[in-house]
């Protein structure tokens, strides 16, 4: 068959499939071919249907609400692990294609989207030469005869990383080996030696088996949710500051989330430094002036898919008024089928040209910001592959649009939290030494001495002249790491500002 018919037939194929239904990534043109292979090799074959509810409950340890059909549980499961581990797939396919002759030439879908898999099955679920030969029997015989691909499957079996690795960069080894941006860890590497940067890879790579997860449940559910755990043998740990919080192991999210009891509760399963994020909002917003705010008027800047907008609710009284914005039309969607209290209302709208008449309005906003996504590897691997100088400028530019306009409309007194899931400082540590420089009314407020601490900014910070209270802005900074914490990358800041200034910021 010609290539550009085989393509076709592919195409044909791949639409059968409700792939939009999962996906979470934009389509780049290697994620469409990976889409395409595996939506082929699926239809060519009937026994897959059969490793289905393997790959389900695989999958499961990672994603807490995985209810989907059997096409797409065995497509986004490969889907995610191929693009988890496609730099080093790739390598090895390209290292270990040499050499095997083909019957005719090979189309890039083969190459760049069942090779993979094949790569994938290989060196992660060591599936045997025939189980392979099987599955894709009406798929490569077109164009490999069995010896040929026998002689490919062994070459794949027997790679040595060692050997592939001899002679390269420190860096380059480590993103292969652990599947890694290289751009990442060169970002990585500018804030910490090499011993804590492989910790922290490693720590990444693990931490959908290892990693710790947060429970917020509401105060009169404590003993019930206690209960819940306890006939399910899930161990857990009630934070011993902020006792709403319960921590669990990654591994036992799927039974929690599967549970009828825990969702009568209305326990949200969530990252812990999220939770933390809201917490901290809260606990600064008591420690300034509690009596100055009620009843609250609070900002969710960025608030879809309004995860956090449940929590943040969880936290007020009927009287207090919550407004969750996002930019984004179908995200936007994703709040609103949320079912909220009455005191929520949902706009769409630009933080940047914000829709709101008052400046200095909110008593709470909370900006969980859009970021590289940098500290959520394990959850979104298909971000890894878009780390790039433009992808961070690019953010870090939103960012600081984002908080100049989300700090007008707060009022004197009044607490903005700032959040993101990114490892790297200029989302984060380095913005507020800007922002301290440029926003006069704006101060650091301490966050519970609990939190860990964040990059050390000293040096950074000395070279602006006027931040002469490094000290306060380090406190009311947080970092959570999959190293340190078990958690996801996460940072968290909270400032006020100054209510003297209450005319100059109207000024603004
Ligand atoms: C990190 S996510 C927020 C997650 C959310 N807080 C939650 O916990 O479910 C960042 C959000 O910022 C939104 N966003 C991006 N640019 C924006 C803008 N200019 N104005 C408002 N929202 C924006 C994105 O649509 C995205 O939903």
Redesign the pocket.
Known sequence: MKKKNFEQQLKKESNLVNLKKNDVYIASDSLSIILRALSMIFHSNSKISQSSSRISQSYSKISSNFSLNINSNWIYHYKVEIIRYQNQLQYIVRKTFRGVKTKKEIPSLLKNGIFLYIAYRIRYEHASFEDLWQELYSLLPKYLIKKQFSYFYRRIKSFNWDIALKGKSLIEQQSLLFAMPSFFLNQMSKIMDDHSLKGQIKAISTINEKGLFGVFVKSNNHEKFERICKKNQIIFEQHSKFPSLFIIESKFKPILNSQLDFKKIGGYIQEIP?ILSIYAGFHAIGTVNAKYFHPLMIL?????????TRIISSFTSENDKIIA????TQ?VRLISSLSFEENINIIQS???NPCFREINNFDLIFL????TGSGTFHSNPGIKWRQSPNFLQKHVL?QKE?FYHAFRLLKPGGIIVYST?SMYPEENELHFIDFIYDLKPLIPVSLPSWYPSSYSIEQIARKKSNICDILSLQKAMSRFSPLHNHTAGFFIATFTKIKKSLNSSNSQ
Request: net charge negative.
């Open positions: 999220s969710d800047y960025c608030a879809a898919p309004g995860s956090k914005q996002d930019i984004h995200r630009d933080g940047i969980d910001a859009p970021c939103l984002l899931c």
